[in-house]
């Protein structure tokens, strides 16, 4: 029978023979290759000179959508899985090669069947979107999501899935659109998906489940492989982690300060750092309700300064009206000064007295900006009166902005607001055994 796209093959060749699953050929593939997903869950390619044969083993069949009906069972807590989409929740097209947003919460539970025996799960896809394209628009419907089910009296605390690429941007915004936190909003992902054999999805949702169940903070965190292998999951706090490497699983880290806690498959939760709010939630009872607040101005921006940066370029943000700039700034908070060609002194006197607020952060990812150290520091914490937000992270910093133009857009209230530790984002000292944990 002929072989087609999804079925299960085996190619011969004159020196070995290899058997997977037939794919399309990447159109960043030359012709004359042929692509088989290996049982590792890695794609070969193979030059058509080099076939002997194809034998089709096994047709492709589509994969049956199955309702999976949650039970409830007495004495556990109950967590919803609230779904966003990105890897975790993604499994690739065998027919077209592409990996896509399908798996919902329920699919988890499934293919996890310990979860069932740590909570009870409710499970709800709210959106099936790659993280790349979430706008504030989804953080909003996000934070009022969530709200719901703090709220709700049987939840002992949310997970929340999403992709990777923008997770610290939505941890940030949760935690600042969420007022008078209850229980712990435990974000979780994937650096691979669920259909590979070196995926990272199950350690790291069974870890969240635990965490979510039992940990006492009343916090944003990320719960991820604190390891390469699958040894246990970190708790980040959510304003002060980064997405580290584009590929390996423990790839989000905590930035100036360590990481709240481990989580393990087996459920225990080790401490690292206390520094955080503890939960208003006991025996199953509210103390307190959680009270959504995600008032945003869309007209912020995050800017990265570079070796000839054009001053001009903020002569679009002036003209496009924005509100307020976030600049990651080199090391303690400099800008290019002395140059007259490149010095950005002008321009950002230009967009202040505009009324648009510019936050002073740094590109070094750790440490913190110092308004007085240097000359060049003090003219523009001083003379044009920039805010220098301490150990910020940009990320963090443009999604605090943003949420405080959504309030105000007196500058001195922007300041006072972007000086106050709402969530854990400025740290009053730096801790040295958080360099490179």
Same mark, same amino acid.
């Given at each position: 029978m002929k072989a087609e796209y999804g079925d299960v093959v085996k190619v011969y060749t004159d020196e070995k023979n290899y058997e997977g699953i037939l794919m399309p050929r990447p159109e960043i593939f030359e012709k004359g290759f042929i692509v088989v997903k290996l049982d590792n869950g890695y794609n070969m390619g193979i030059d058509e000179k080099r076939i002997k044969k194809i034998e089709a083993i096994?047709?492709?069949?589509?994969?049956?959508?199955?309702?999976?009906?949650?039970?409830?069972?007495?004495?556990?807590?109950?967590?919803?899985?609230?779904?966003?989409?990105?890897?975790?929740?993604?499994?690739?097209?065998?027919?077209?090669?592409?990996?896509?947003?399908?798996?919902?919460?329920?699919?988890?539970?499934?293919?996890?069947?310990?979860?069932?025996?740590?909570?009870?799960?409710?499970a709800e896809k709210i959106m099936g979107v790659m993280s790349e394209d979430m706008v504030p628009e989804d953080w909003q419907l996000m934070a009022r999501r969530i709200a719901k089910e703090l709220n709700d009296d049987e939840v002992a605390?949310?997970?929340?899935?999403?992709?990777?690429?923008?997770?610290?941007?939505?941890?940030?915004?949760?935690?600042?659109?969420?007022?008078?936190?209850? $229980?712990?909003?435990?974000? *979780? +992902?994937?650096?691979?998906?669920?259909?590979?054999?070196?995926s =990272?999805? !199950?350690?790291?949702? &069974?870890?969240?489940?635990?965490?979510?169940?039992?940990?006492?903070?009343?916090?944003?965190?990320?719960?991820?492989?604190?390891?390469?292998?699958?040894?246990?999951?970190?708790?980040?706090?959510?304003?002060?982690?980064?997405?580290?490497?584009t590929s390996r699983r423990d790839a989000f880290r905590p930035i100036n300060e360590l990481p709240l806690?481990?989580?393990?498959?087996?459920?225990?939760?080790?401490?690292?750092?206390?520094?955080?709010?503890?939960?208003?939630?006991?025996?199953?009872?509210?103390?307190?309700?959680?009270?959504?607040?995600? $008032?945003?101005?869309?007209? *912020? +921006?995050?800017?990265?300064?570079?070796?000839?940066?054009?001053? =001009?370029? !903020?002569?679009?943000? &002036?003209?496009?009206?924005?509100?307020?700039?976030?600049?990651?700034?080199?090391?303690?908070?400099?800008?290019?000064?002395?140059?007259?060609?490149?010095?950005?002194?002008?321009?950002?006197?230009?967009?202040?007295?505009?009324?648009?607020?510019?936050?002073?952060?740094?590109?070094?990812?750790?440490?913190r900006v110092h308004p007085y150290v240097y000359t060049n520091l003090r003219k523009l914490s001083v003379e044009l009166d920039c805010i220098f937000v301490e150990d910020m992270l940009p990320e963090t910093a443009y999604v605090k902005l943003g949420w405080v133009l959504g309030h105000t857009h007196k500058i001195d209230e922007v300041k006072k607001m972007m000086l106050t530790n709402y969530a854990g984002e400025i740290s009053e000292r730096s801790d040295e055994k958080a360099f490179l944990y």
């Open positions: 096994k047709k492709y069949e589509k994969r049956k959508e199955e309702k999976i009906k949650l039970s409830h069972k007495s004495g556990l807590p109950t967590v919803p899985i609230l779904s966003f989409g990105g890897t975790i929740s993604s499994r690739v097209d065998y027919k077209t090669g592409g990996v896509y947003a399908d798996y919902t919460a329920e699919d988890f539970v499934a293919m996890l069947p310990e979860l069932g025996h740590i909570a009870n799960l409710k605390g949310v997970v929340v899935t999403q992709g990777t690429d923008t997770l610290h941007y939505s941890t940030a915004a949760m935690s600042f659109f969420l007022q008078h936190l209850n $229980k712990p909003i435990v974000f *979780t +992902a994937a650096q691979r998906s669920i259909d590979r054999g070196s =990272d999805a !199950f350690s790291n949702l &069974l870890c969240a489940v635990h965490a979510a169940s039992k940990f006492d903070g009343a916090v944003v965190v990320t719960c991820l492989h604190g390891t390469s292998d699958d040894n246990y999951c970190i708790l980040n706090r959510g304003t002060k982690v980064k997405k580290m490497h806690a481990k989580v393990y498959e087996d459920g225990r939760i080790e401490v690292l750092n206390d520094d955080y709010q503890r939960k208003n939630f006991s025996e199953g009872k509210i103390f307190s309700k959680v009270i959504v607040d995600d $008032k945003f101005e869309h007209k *912020t +921006a995050l800017l990265y300064v570079y070796p000839g940066m054009a001053p =001009d370029i !903020f002569d679009y943000y &002036l003209k496009k009206k924005y509100k307020g700039i976030v600049i990651a700034a080199t090391a303690l908070g400099h800008v290019p000064t002395i140059n007259p060609k490149y010095s950005l002194l002008g321009k950002l006197k230009k967009l202040i007295d505009e009324n648009i607020a510019i936050v002073i952060s740094t590109q070094t990812i750790y440490g």
